[in-house]
């Protein structure tokens, strides 16, 4: 078990090495300890073949890297890192949605590069994962709904292909639906076929129009309680 002086090390010694760093790339020896305990880590997560596996170990070493990543936050300037941006995908992978966020905000306000062997922008990287994670829950559950829109709202004007994003306002609407928002929900599965009529969101669109069609029909149909009789 780590102790807390030894935390407190590690995330001091992050916050310096971010800020010695600027703008540019990271480096120093906090950053290069994390570097290589990444790259053991990721060797490790490559001679796993099972997928359910892979979440289990990446839940397992992700508390390993949580002070260096608060150190980074809190005194970084923007270096490219490519540390941090591992940590940001494996949250993600996990279903750490909340936990991702903090980075996802850092790294989109100083655009920060993923790498090359992402062959994805960061924008489009927080909404295509984040949006599988969401589509993979139950459908009554809106759990990550307020992540969700936050990211939406993050990636809002950057590029990236129309059916990435398509596929973050088919889970945002997922969600308004799971939260019994229907016409949240319908705007956001509109928004979905717009970008990509391929989305597989037509039913859904369907279903909930005839929904609030007949939600609209019996409330015309409610007598008024505060009328005055004759």
Known sequence: MVSSLRKHYERITAAQAAANAGDQVMHGDAYHLMHAQLFEDYRRLKSVQSVERKIEIKREILPNY?????????AGRGAEDEVLMRIMLWRIDVGDITGALPIARYAMQHQLD??????????????????????????DDDSMLEALCEINDLIDGKDMHDQIRAKLHKAIGKGYRASNDLPDAL????RAFE????????QDIDRIEKALKKQAAEQAGQPQNNAQPG
């Open 66 to 74: 949580a002070e260096y990543v608060a150190g980074v936050l809190d």
């Open 114 to 139: 993923p790498g090359e062997q992402f062959q994805r922008s960061t924008p489009a990287i927080l909404a295509e994962e984040s949006a599988e994670q969401a589509l993979a829950l139950a459908d």
């Open 187 to 190: 705007n956001h599965y509109q």
């Open 195 to 202: 970008l990509n009529d391929r989305a597989g969101v037509k």
